[in-house]
């Protein structure tokens, strides 16, 4: 079979079938090139989180979208980062939610560590270590000062179980504060921990390893409400990464994730459980895909009082 097409001449060429599948491969070749669209993305240049940035890629790559980042600044409050967006002159922030920052933008909500942010060990002072080791319940803990960022979402968390909470306004500050005796500890999430007590050891700062807090704090990605199909690319893609398995490898692949699981020792802490009344109603506390079955690890943890109404980071549907 031969087909013929016009030339300028207008006379018919005849095109093989050898051409027409070469014509084809070509022609295909360019629509999947133009299918590949770039989208970009501004976010704040510090705190950097590398991980955060790759789940944004993946989320972006099932809409066929290709990931442009654009660093906006040089260092960003929290504060500064939810005007900015309110504003469009950034598209998306991570933090660990509030009511009020679920009002002011677009929440993805797909907790991105899987609720790991709710679970707390301390960084402190070798001395202050050895007066945790004789903490039985929750009311000797509260006798220990706290520190947290002024705009940090745990800060109202503590201060709500009763904690003194001691605030600073940067975050490389509360290291400095922390080896300056301001405070007594530092509650970090059991995957920031370890990277950050390997950091600041020249200042005397270690890692506890005899108590835990745990409460419900999911960190979503926040898209500036001047851009809603960002926030529908993300939240189609988060929750398809889910149910492929994509998000799971993803989150058990990563070095700090790695860290928290095999270093932390869930099973000889005592675990103090508080409350987060700060919670949404939408949070998808129920859904078991986006949470970390932590609950296994404290199965043969010590008792502690709490105190406090406890909220299951995994209740039972």
């Given amino acids: 079979m031969t087909i013929y097409s016009g030339s300028k001449t207008n006379t018919l060429q005849p095109i093989t079938r050898v051409g027409l599948g070469i014509l084809l491969v070509v022609v295909c070749l360019l629509l999947t090139t133009q299918a590949k669209a770039h989208t970009l993305v501004r976010h704040c240049t510090s705190p950097v989180n590398p991980y955060i940035v790759g789940l944004i890629s993946i989320a972006l790559s099932y809409s066929d979208e290709q990931l442009i980042e654009s660093r906006q600044a040089k260092d960003c409050s929290q504060l500064r980062q939810l005007d900015m967006l309110l504003q469009g002159e950034l598209d998306l922030m991570w933090a660990g939610t509030t009511q009020e920052l679920e009002s002011k933008l677009i929440p993805i909500r797909v907790p991105v560590y899987k609720g790991l942010m709710g679970h707390r060990v301390f960084l402190a002072s070798q001395q202050a270590v050895n007066r945790l080791k004789k903490v039985e319940?929750?009311?000797?803990?509260?006798?220990?000062?706290?520190?947290?960022?002024?705009?940090?979402?745990?800060?109202?968390?503590?201060?709500?179980?009763?904690?003194?909470?001691?605030?600073?306004?940067?975050?490389?500050?509360?290291?400095?504060?922390?080896?300056?005796?301001?405070?007594?500890?530092?509650?970090?999430?059991?995957?920031?921990?370890?990277?950050?007590?390997?950091?600041?050891?020249?200042?005397?700062?270690?890692?506890?390893?005899?108590?835990?807090?745990?409460?419900?704090?999911?960190?979503?990605?926040?898209?500036?409400?001047?851009?809603?199909?960002?926030?529908?690319?993300?939240?189609?893609?988060?929750?398809?990464a889910i149910n492929d398995g994509s998000f799971d490898a993803y989150f058990y692949a990563d070095a700090e994730v790695k860290a928290a699981l095999e270093n932390t020792d869930f099973n000889s802490r005592k675990v103090f459980h508080l409350e987060n009344p700060y919670l949404s109603g939408k949070t998808p506390l129920s859904d078991k895909r986006m949470w970390l079955d932590t609950m296994a690890f404290f199965s043969q943890a010590p008792t502690a009082d709490t105190s406090t109404p406890t909220v299951l980071e995994n209740p039972q549907p």
């Fill in 137 to 240: 319940s929750l009311a000797q803990l509260k006798a220990f000062s706290l520190g947290q960022g002024d705009e940090w979402s745990d800060t109202k968390i503590l201060k709500h179980a009763g904690f003194n909470v001691v605030t600073g306004t940067r975050y490389n500050n509360m290291f400095d504060m922390l080896a300056l005796g301001r405070y007594e500890l530092f509650p970090r999430a059991a995957h920031e921990v370890w990277k950050e007590a390997a950091l600041w050891q020249e200042r005397g700062i270690v890692v506890d390893k005899s108590i835990m807090l745990v409460y419900p704090m999911p960190a979503y990605i926040f898209v500036s409400p001047k851009n809603p199909e960002l926030a529908k690319m993300l939240e189609y893609g988060l929750n398809q």
